[in-house]
């Protein structure tokens, strides 16, 4: 099974600040890694798909890169809105899985 | 609008069985896989199973297999999963979700990449005696 290892597990930043998440493969699965954001008592909302690509209605200050196995979500100026936990997931091969989370907090 | 609606949740014993069902409305139903994804309480989120659009393709997570079935009524536009021998570490909230399929370009070629674009609200099933 791929491995998902995202860090850091929580974060705390203010309105305005640049703010990235990271998730490392334990193999090569570029393209196919997506990223969502979930708030508390929702389901979660497709954020990035196929690494790079902006699901329609998300924000550009979202936006997804890669190198290698690690893959990282940018959050370029964070708003009120932006908290919530984000996760990672690739669809490189079955089972599919998703990285353990990263809680994002406004200062 | 895409609408995802889950139901059959509720508490089951060890053991027990229950059938959760998504309600699909909105878009083509018939053109897409679908997916259950389940999150056990404050924890992260699991893939259960998918299946594609005629029911050929099925693929489960490894802690299922041989206890949950996923399928699907396209003249119905609903979503199933039949779960049986239910244990204690199958509690948790059940999403369904729709997925998108891009063709990405790959190397020699070109791939279906997919994600999960649209989710319920989910069902909540609790394994309890």
């Known amino acids: 099974d791929i491995q998902m290892t995202q860090s850091p597990s929580s974060l705390s930043a203010s309105v305005s600040d640049r703010v990235t998440i990271s998730c490392r493969a334990s193999q090569i699965i570029s393209p196919f890694l997506n990223w969502y954001q979930q708030k508390a008592g929702k389901p979660p909302k497709l954020l990035i798909y196929a690494t790079f690509n902006l699901q329609s209605g998300v924000p550009s200050r979202f936006s997804g890169s890669v190198s290698g196995a690690n893959f990282t979500l940018t959050i370029s100026s964070l708003h009120p809105d932006d908290s919530g936990t984000y996760f990672c997931?690739?669809?490189?091969?079955?089972?599919?899985?998703f990285g353990g989370g990263t809680k994002v907090d406004i200062k | 609008e895409v609408q995802l609606v889950e139901s059959g949740g509720g508490l089951v014993q060890p053991g027990g069985s229950r059938r959760l069902s998504c309600a699909a409305s909105?878009?083509?139903?018939?053109?897409?896989?679908m997916t259950w994804v389940r999150q056990a309480p404050g924890k992260g989120l699991e893939w259960v199973a998918s299946i594609n659009q005629d029911g050929a393709e099925i693929f489960y997570v490894d802690s299922v297999k041989g206890r949950f079935t996923i399928s699907r009524d396209s003249a119905y536009n609903s979503l199933f999963l039949e779960m049986n021998s239910l244990r204690a570490e199958d509690t948790g909230v059940y999403y369904c979700?729709?997925?998108?399929?891009?063709?990405?370009?790959?190397?020699?070629?070109?791939?279906?990449?997919?994600?999960?674009?649209?989710w319920g609200q989910g069902t909540l099933v609790t394994v309890s005696s």
């Open positions: 997931q690739q669809t490189y091969n079955t089972p599919l899985t």
């Open positions: 909105g878009f083509t139903f018939s053109r897409h896989w």
């Open positions: 979700a729709r997925v998108l399929a891009v063709h990405v370009p790959v190397e020699g070629g070109v791939m279906a990449a997919q994600s999960f674009d649209s």
